[in-house]
């Protein structure tokens, strides 16, 4: 069986490899009409005003504390059991996250918000954990208490909805990201939705000054689809051959890491922000015309998981489930045994309260015991995958592994 990932181009059909390859000999890779048409179908799908779309999800926060004139040490309320893509940002900014800890559905605890509320806190930034959404209504009204900017990470939840309303419409502000984990993916890229003109004209300020990435970084994105799905994915347990081919071609820069080194210790490459190149406007275009299919499908496959081995929350119709997180005490061991049967569970969310794990926390400001249910979650949760090309007989598999082991 070809290896089953949760990361590595989890989304990608051959009509995306193939779109990939064609646009390796393009001439039109940084502008074209592609980014245009793209923005469009994404403001007309949400019914936002103004949408701006970049080259990641980070580049996207970045440029939205930077419109809301964040500075030297605003506050920042972000959740415990989060990404350093969140948090290096504000720090970019000489902000400082203020960490809340989270509920049992994985989303910032609003029962804890207004006591870390101070006259330094500028925003609070509500991360829709693996598609899930938060509380947004109620941390809406906090928001509205306090003066304070309501920002939506819906880096996990494109296409989630909260009473009946898509995710990223409810707060002042929102971004979202087609990384190559995420809900659909053109390898790096993201976009911000506004209904707000003054904000609109804030972020195009700030927007107006980025330039776009150089043909090489663009042509490292553009080589992960097609490099993980014809050699590295199937032959990765294959005498280890597809790890060897992944990093080799990380070493010899013909891919890109979804993580840079300097990530880790609080700090973001030159290459955020920039703009969204043509070429990856028009990948992710092209599964932008598949949300639907691919949410239903994580929505099929998350109430099999939960019919069959249960999990951590009930299952909402509104959530879209880009991953089906479980709470185990040997995680190693199942992630060990898996990787057995060509099944990669391994995907940075697990160990540490800010992924990936390898993460320093001091630079992150973080410090050990405020979050401690995302601390022990963090230890105890294992992620199943939902994504498109999980059959009903792999999901079917990973259950009968998964009853045996635990």
């Known amino acids: 069986m070809k290896t089953i990932s949760i990361s590595l181009s989890p989304n990608t059909e051959k009509d995306d490899v193939c779109l990939a390859f064609k646009e390796l000999f393009s001439s039109k890779k940084i502008k074209g009409e592609h980014v245009e048409k793209f923005e469009n179908n994404f403001k007309n799908y949400f019914n936002f005003d103004f949408v701006f779309s970049l080259n990641s999800g980070r580049s996207c926060l970045l440029l939205i504390l930077e419109a809301l004139n964040i500075k030297k040490d605003d506050e920042i309320i972000v959740q415990g059991f989060t990404c350093n893509a969140v948090i290096n940002p504000i720090l970019k900014t000489n902000a400082r996250p203020i960490y809340i800890d989270i509920d049992d559905a994985l989303n910032i605890d609003i029962s804890k918000i207004e006591k870390k509320i101070t006259k330094k806190t500028k925003a609070i930034i509500v991360q829709h954990t693996f598609g899930m959404p938060g509380k947004i209504k109620e941390i809406k009204k906090i928001c509205e208490k306090y003066d304070l900017f309501l920002i939506e990470d819906c880096a996990h939840a494109l296409g989630a909805k909260y009473d009946n309303k898509y995710c990223g419409t409810f707060g002042d502000i929102s971004f979202f990201s087609f990384g190559r984990d995420k809900v659909i993916s053109s390898v790096y890229g993201g976009m911000i939705g506004i209904n707000n003109l003054k904000l609109k004209e804030k972020v195009e300020k700030e927007y107006k000054k980025l330039k776009y990435p150089d043909k090489k970084w663009i042509n490292r994105q553009l080589m992960h689809p097609i490099l ?130 390898k993460t320093d926390l001091c630079k992150m400001n973080y410090i050990k015991g405020e979050c401690k249910t995302a601390e022990e979650i963090s230890n105890k949760i294992l992620i199943l995958p939902t994504h498109i090309n999980i059959t009903e007989d792999i999901a079917e598999k990973i259950v009968y592994l998964l009853k045996s082991l635990i």
């Not at 300097?262 to 949300?291: C, T």
């Open 228 to 357: 993980m799905n014809l050699f590295v994915l199937p032959l990765y347990n294959f005498f280890n051959v597809g790890k060897i081919i992944l990093e080799l071609s990380i070493r010899l820069k013909i891919l890109s890491k979804s993580v840079s080194s300097p990530e880790y210790k609080g700090e973001l490459p030159d290459y955020f922000p920039k703009r969204m190149p043509n070429s990856l406007a028009k990948l992710a275009n092209n599964q932008f015309n598949k949300l639907d299919k691919f949410n239903n499908h994580r929505r099929k496959i998350a109430k099999y998981y939960k019919k069959n081995i249960g999990g951590v929350f009930d299952i909402n119709d509104g959530a879209i489930y880009l991953k089906y997180p479980i709470l185990v005490n040997e995680g190693d061991e199942i992630i060990k045994e898996f990787s057995k049967f060509n099944i990669m569970l391994e995907d940075g969310w697990r160990k540490k309260v800010i992924a990936p794990p």
